[in-house]
């Protein structure tokens, strides 16, 4: 029986002289390495000294030169021996192991000693700078001393900052274990500004697990341990000492914590931690302290006091690695202090914690300023100097109290009265601690009205509160209350003033039960001014949990009637909106649908499917209708959409479509049609500003497909079309457009636009795209128009009569512009020519038939004739406007205003005989007046031609010209010259004169 534990000693020796060996060759292996008898002088640590008993000893060295722990890492891995970090650098051994030939069974006559080192070695991202030790074994204890290196941050800036000062990221220390016989374990540790982040990471990689969010922060100090090894994991029987300093304690861009002195021991079964401090540099006013004991053996007597000034405890539990929205929000300033004995579950703590605004699990509760007391039969929570004085009402929680006991191995919690929320909860609840029973909840509520942050269910950060009553009666096991097969019970929830931020949305009653293998949900309201009625039931199977809900097949119906999208809308996320004007939709929304499968759709064996029956009434955009009445229907198999009918008034006229979409991939095929559509508005949801540009009907039929961005191919028809003020008349074209989900641009072409326009011939082309000014858009087109009955033309454009009285113009039309928000931002020009006229047909001569005395206009025919000009600032710019025939001519410049049509014009008319015989008649009478000026000298002609000629301003619009008399002495020299020697031919060169226009710009 002496025996035994030598022959254990033994064994255990073998296996490591075993392991070792294979280690050696494994070294040798891993390539890169150097493998002899004999280390160099230089480097050979002298051989431990041999004991005086006559032992005979077989010695030998192993030397490692520069061993690469990569490749090494990756041959274990072959051999099935993974090590879960990565792992970069070369390791150096240098050791003598001797081996006792003649007491191979005393465990401590073994010797080893030697040196471990390596310039770099890199875990993860940890880098191990300098590294060095000294491992020796002799009289059965193991020593590791001369512990030396530096630890850095491989990757963080944070860490690279902190460890370029002098002497930042040492570690040094020693250690100790008394192996034979087996005995305790001593070690002593020092470090100096070690980044946390790299010691986080190579611990989450040990651990096979995954943190988004670095852990940032740098820490010092010193730990001593001692305890016995047959009983390492029982932390009463340790001696420890630990003198620590953290400096910014941070995860991710939370508000950085500093630990200035964190004294922490365990010595004869007692913990004490003394005045562990917690400040900010980022925050002044943060402060907290903690002293506590707690005796490990025996009573576990405990006792400690905490107090703590504006402490974030969004910032704590984002260092424990949970979401701050659902777990606690705030800040809390908290005075308490506690003592008790766990192993006779006796304790009292009594305190008063005070916060401006404290959220729990997403729920708000407002202003705290209470005092608490609990031990193990009573909890009472009440705000302070309550007693004797009304109810707060700056305060959502006011009092809360129970009472427990333990019975039968189960806590009994009874007489629950809590006033908060504004409202009240009463009742009772059995929470058994033996996993084989149940635990049960009686609980009822009235007025309750907490406010809940939607970012608890990963929605938008809106906050969504309800005054609710109800009551619970339900039945859970023990230990385990995920386990959703072995409950049973009903809940009634009533929900009246629903509210999402700021809007009143409706109330809502909830009935939820369990029985037999199956949990139903029934709801029944009004929400956002329609009925709504859900009904669900899901299968429960032997393993299932709540969290499984999500991921097993359901059943649910979905009814809403007659739904009011204006209050829909006002509710959704902004972000949610491809274009902000969505939010001026209205109209109303029924649907009936069904979903049976998964709702959590990462199941590729269970997708959800569903089938809808969608219909939109009245539904408009601002004031601009949209549609009486459409009616979809779909059909839907995880992201996959099949619309199998869409069909109703769209924008006055008719539209169908049908086809597949799968919307997570953002692709598929839908062919729409439409027929006889308002131009207006059937664009206007698409872009506002373009709408503003265009009337008349449209029809068409569109082959809409996906992909990185929205595309249409297919083929339009206007009639009746005008765009930006211009009639266009009957025209069709192909169409090419498309629109980029992600960056919210868009662009249209009409390749080969063919058309009639008053009477006339129209081809051009135009594309527009969406400017890079929000709100706008651009425009290139190019328009030529020939036989274009120019009387028509202006009635249509205008809206004015249509005389009868012919005239027709052919040219070209060059139209433009970037960033357009209306006709002033367009830009373009002009030119036509007459095809033949009637004097009446052009705008205002007829209005001057009574300034031109008896010569009747009705019977001249013009047939040349010259227009052109720009288009800027939303006028059009009148360059040249000339008729002329042997019996009229007519001159004119000015603007037309393209919005509205109104005329600023002055032109000039003559009728009479201008036969050139006639005309060089009366030249040649006035030549020799030389020293006339250009207006005298046309007066003195009209004079001669029997005074048939009138200087006019227009106003008015283009179908309803207002002519003003104006005398023939205030008209510009310009203008006479260009009269005199353009439209009557003479020669003018005696005044010197350049052509007017040139001279007038």
């Not at 191990?128 to 000294?134: A, G, K, N």
């Amino acid at each position: 029986m002496m025996m035994r534990p030598a022959e254990h000693s033994l064994a255990r020796w073998i296996r490591w002289i075993s392991f070792a060996g294979m280690l050696g060759i494994m070294l040798a292996w891993g390539g890169g390495t150097e493998v002899s008898a004999q280390a160099p002088p230089a480097a050979r640590p002298k051989p431990a000294a041999a004991a005086k008993d006559n032992t005979r000893y077989w010695t030998t060295s192993w030397d490692f030169d520069s061993v690469d722990v990569k490749r090494l890492s990756e041959r274990l891995k072959r051999l099935g021996i993974g090590i879960p970090i990565e792992m970069e650098g070369a390791v150096s051994v240098n050791l003598n192991v001797s081996v006792p030939l003649t007491a191979l069974t005393d465990a401590k006559k073994y010797r080893l000693e030697g040196l471990v080192r390596s310039p770099r070695l890199k875990l993860e991202q940890l880098v191990l700078e300098d590294f060095q030790t000294h491992v020796q074994i002799a009289d059965g204890v193991m020593t590791v001393d001369q512990i030396n290196g530096r630890l850095i941050d491989a990757a963080g800036p944070r860490g690279a900052r902190q460890v370029n000062r002098a002497g930042a990221g040492r570690v040094t220390g020693a250690a100790t274990l008394q192996l034979s016989p087996l005995g305790q374990i001593d070690a002593a540790i020092t470090t100096e500004s070690v980044a946390i982040q790299p010691l986080h990471q190579l611990i989450l990689a040990i651990q096979a697990r995954d943190d988004q969010q670095p852990l940032h922060g740098v820490v010092s100090g010193e730990i001593q341990f001692q305890a016995p090894l047959k009983s390492i994991r029982e932390i009463q029987s340790w001696n420890a000492t630990t003198q620590l300093r953290i400096d910014s304690l941070a995860r991710g861009d939370a508000l950085p914590l500093d630990i200035p002195s964190a004294s922490i021991s365990i010595a004869d079964g007692v913990l004490m931690a003394n005045d562990l401090q917690i400040r900010s540099s980022a925050s002044a006013d943060l402060s907290a302290s903690l002293q506590g004991r707690i005796e490990l053996n025996q009573q576990q007597r405990f006792s400690f006091a905490v107090r703590a000034n504006d402490l974030p405890l969004d910032t704590l539990a984002q260092l424990a690695g949970a979401n701050a929205n659902r777990f606690a929000a705030g800040q809390v300033d908290l005075d308490a202090t506690a003592t008790g004995e766990l192993a006779q579950s006796k304790w009292t703590m009594a305190g008063r914690v005070a916060s401006p605004r404290l959220s729990i699990a997403g729920v708000q509760l407002g202003l705290i300023e209470h005092a608490f007391e609990f031990d193990q039969q009573h909890f009472k929570l009440a705000p302070i100097g309550a007693s004797g004085n009304p109810p707060r009402d700056d305060l959502i929680v006011q009092n809360v109290q129970a009472n427990y006991t333990l019975q039968d191995r189960r806590w009994v919690l009874s007489q629950i009265d809590a006033q908060l929320f504004g409202g009240e909860i009463s009742g009772e609840a059995s929470v058994a601690l033996d996993k084989q029973d149940s635990s049960t909840l009686n609980l009822s509520w009235q007025g309750l009205s907490p406010n809940v942050n939607a970012q608890l269910f990963s929605l938008a950060d809106v906050v969504i509160s309800a005054s609710s009553s109800g009551k619970i009666d339900w039945t859970l096991p023990a230990g385990d209350w995920s386990r959703l097969a072995d409950q049973s019970g009903n809940v009634q929830v009533q929900l009246d003033s629903i509210k999402v931020g700021d809007a009143d949305i409706g109330q809502m009653d909830l009935v939820i039960s369990k029985s037999d293998d199956a949990l139903k949900l029934t709801a029944d309201g009004n929400l956002f001014g329609g009925d709504v009625k859900v009904e669900t039931q899901s299968d429960v199977t032997a393993d299932m949990t709540w969290q499984d809900l999500w991921q097993r097949p359901s059943q649910i119906r979905l009814s809403v009637n007659r739904i009011r999208i204006d209050r829909l809308v006002m509710v959704m996320p902004q972000q949610s909106w491809l274009v902000p004007r969505f939010r001026q939709l209205r109209g109303l929304v029924s649907a009936d649908i069904e979903l049976d499968g998964a709702l959590g759709a990462s199941q590729q064996d269970a997708p959800l499917r569903s089938t809808a029956g969608i219909q939109l009434d009245h539904l408009s955009l601002g004031t601009v209708l949209i549609t009486h009445r459409l009616e979809i229907a779909l059909r839907t198999r995880g992201s996959s959409v099949d619309v199998d009918k869409v069909s109703g008034i769209y924008a006055g006229g008719r539209i169908t479509a049908r086809g597949q979409w799968d919307v997570l991939q953002n692709d598929g095929h839908i062919d729409v049609q439409v027929a006889s559509v308002d131009a207006s508005p059937s664009i206007r949801l698409l872009s506002e500003q373009v709408a503003d540009f265009v009337e008349g009907k449209l029809s068409g039929q569109f082959h809409v497909t996906g992909g990185g961005s929205i595309r249409a191919r297919g083929a339009v028809q206007a009639h009746d079309a005008v765009v930006a003020g211009i009639p266009v008349g009957d025209a069709n074209s192909g169409m090419i457009a498309s629109y980029s989900l992600g960056s919210g641009q868009w662009d249209a072409s009409f390749s080969s636009i063919h058309g009639e326009v008053a009477r006339g011939r129209l081809r051009g082309f135009a594309k527009l795209k969406s400017s890079y000014r929000p709100n706008r858009f651009d425009l290139a087109s190019q328009w030529s128009f020939e036989r274009v009955n120019f009387a028509k033309f202006i009635a249509d454009a205008g809206g004015g009569s249509f005389s009868y009285a012919n005239g027709q113009v052919r040219g070209k039309l060059t139209l433009g512009g970037e960033a357009i928000a209306s006709s002033d931002d367009l830009r373009g020009s002009f030119s036509t020519e007459l095809d033949g006229s009637q004097a009446s047909a052009i705008p205002g001569l007829s209005e001057a038939q009574r300034f031109l005395g008896a010569v009747p206009l009705a019977g001249i025919r013009i047939e040349d004739g010259q227009l052109s000009g720009t288009i800027t600032r939303g006028r059009a710019r009148i360059d040249e406007f000339v008729l002329s025939s042997p019996q009229l001519k007519v001159w004119a410049d000015g603007y037309v205003q393209l919005d509205n049509l109104r005329m600023d014009v002055e032109a000039v008319i003559s009728t009479g005989n201008f036969q050139a015989s006639q005309v060089m008649e009366v030249y040649l009478q006035i030549a020799s007046f030389t020293s006339l000026s250009p207006v005298a000298l046309f007066i003195r002609i009209n004079q001669l031609l029997s005074n048939r000629t009138i200087y006019v301003d227009v106003g008015g619009t283009l179908y309803d010209p207002k002519l003003r008399l104006r005398p023939l002495a205030t008209l510009r020299d310009e203008v006479a010259r260009y009269i005199v020697s353009e439209v009557l031919g003479l020669n003018c060169a005696v005044f010197g004169s350049e052509n007017p226009f040139q001279a007038q710009n």
